[in-house]
């Protein structure tokens, strides 16, 4: 059994790439984490990857665009744009800005990237890659799970089809960074049966697809953890037979089976994630309607309970 490693070591991260299920709250998380690493004085990137629709500026109330810009302090968001990353990729490789627009409206070059098999997601982990040596850390919020399995498998395609040449040499330095122990992976489950399935199949998959890069840790998120006492059990089931639909004390009695019914779930999510995953960062289910960024306050605030940090999360606006 793999045991993953605590909030403060994914802190201490250069690259941590964020995935999991539609849904279960990846780019929340992955904002939390660069205001916690941000407010620990690590110089922080938070990343989209090619989003037509992007969130981050949703939650930190900036427009995102391809140079990354700053939000608060020590920490940055950013949207990876196909065409700019593969001019600057381009560039990298020839090194005179009049030759690479050249390249870029030649309709050879154009047809032989399109058809390559990876090219764009080769491109984007470029682009992570460079950025990567600018911040201390850079949060990828990656694709859904498969998608995301599918992108990062995509240097070892390349390494098979290219025996020398740019796109080799790009995809050997993904692979070195792979291998890099401040390269690390995040999963993102919720205690639903599903999302559990799916982040097992996920967690799999990485294993045997993806290599050199380190076992991910998996996070439940909007976890209930265990607090109804047995007696409390059985009196929620004792009072079932005397309440009358449609009472206030039908409502309280709902409310209580509802958690009730969420910690049994969580408990489930838990032993299920545990089982193949080692140790799971927990995170609980916070109030809604409160505003994206005062949810984004108190996922970090989560994080840094569940790792025993002490940090100022206040902050600013820069």
């Known amino acids: 059994m793999n045991v993953s490693v605590d909030v403060p070591t994914l802190l201490r991260s250069r690259v941590l790439f964020v995935s999991g299920k539609g849904g279960v709250g990846k780019t929340s998380i992955s904002a939390a984490l660069g205001r916690l690493a941000a407010a620990q004085g690590r110089r922080t990137l938070v990343l989209e990857v090619d989003n037509q629709h992007p969130t981050l500026p949703v939650l930190f109330g900036r427009p995102t665009a391809y140079e990354p810009s700053e939000v608060e302090k020590n920490l940055a968001i950013a949207n990876i744009a196909w065409a700019p990353a593969l001019e600057d990729w381009i560039e990298s490789i020839v090194s ?10 030649n309709r050879v070059v154009s047809l032989f990237l399109q058809v390559t098999p990876g090219a764009r997601d ?10 990567a ?8 919020d990656m694709p859904a799970s498969g998608n995301a399995v599918a992108m990062l498998t995509v240097p070892l395609t390349a390494e098979r089809l290219f025996p020398a040449g740019p796109i080799r040499r790009c995809a050997d330095e993904l692979l070195a960074m792979y291998t890099r122990p401040d390269t690390r992976m995040l999963l993102v489950a919720l205690p639903e049966e599903m ?10 998959k990485l294993g045997r697809e993806v290599r050199g890069l380190e076992h991910p840790t998996v996070l439940l998120n909007r976890s ?11 009196l929620l089931r004792s009072l079932e037979a005397g309440v009358e639909p449609g009472t206030a004390a039908a409502e309280v009695l709902a409310a209580g089976r509802w958690e ?8 489930e999510a838990l032993t299920r ?16 309607g409160e505003g994206a960024r005062r949810i984004i306050a108190q996922l970090a605030s989560a994080l840094a309970r569940a790792g025993g940090l002490r940090v100022d999360l206040r902050g600013g606006a820069s």
Do not use: C, Q
């Open 96 to 105: 005179m800005r009049r030759l690479v627009r050249l390249i870029m409206k």
């Open 122 to 131: 080769l491109v984007m982990l470029w682009r992570t890659m460079e950025l």
């Open 133 to 140: 040596r600018k911040f201390d850390l850079v949060i990828v």
């Open 195 to 204: 999302v559990v399935n799916e982040t097992m199949e996920t967690y799999a």
């Open 224 to 234: 209930s953890l265990p607090s109804f006492t047995e007696a409390e059990r059985t």
């Open 260 to 267: 009730e019914a969420l910690e049994a779930a969580t408990g």
């Open 273 to 288: 994630l545990r089982a193949v995953a080692g140790e799971v960062v927990a995170l609980p289910a916070l109030p809604r």
